[in-house]
């Protein structure tokens, strides 16, 4: 851990939108957007956060981010979570997605846009 570089990041917690999205559709929904909003702000500075940087922030339990990663991933949603980025934990394997995503005939363009990969790592993949 202690050779991981560190990145200091500017997120947005709460937006009015979010606020609306609670009071339409529940905690839940609110989470989501803040995870789905702030894991993209991380990853457009040059950083990635973890599901437990995720629950300090929010202030729920990592428990609680992980069921809404599940929820948001079976969207097919692309998040920029450490763990997913860098192929660590439970998460589905980048290679693995690359790979189905190829066997379902999809064109490198389309992988790259669904994975966020370049067209270079995805022949590497493939």
Known sequence: MEELTKVRVKLTRDLVSDEDAEA????SAKRKLQILRMTEEAYDQGGLLTQEDLGRIIGVSARTIRRDVEELMAKKLRLFLRGLQKDIGKGISHKSWVVSLYLQWKTYS?????????VGSIKGVT
């Open 24 to 27: 339409r559709l529940g905690a």
């Open 110 to 118: 389309e992988i790259e846009r669904a994975t966020g990969h370049t």
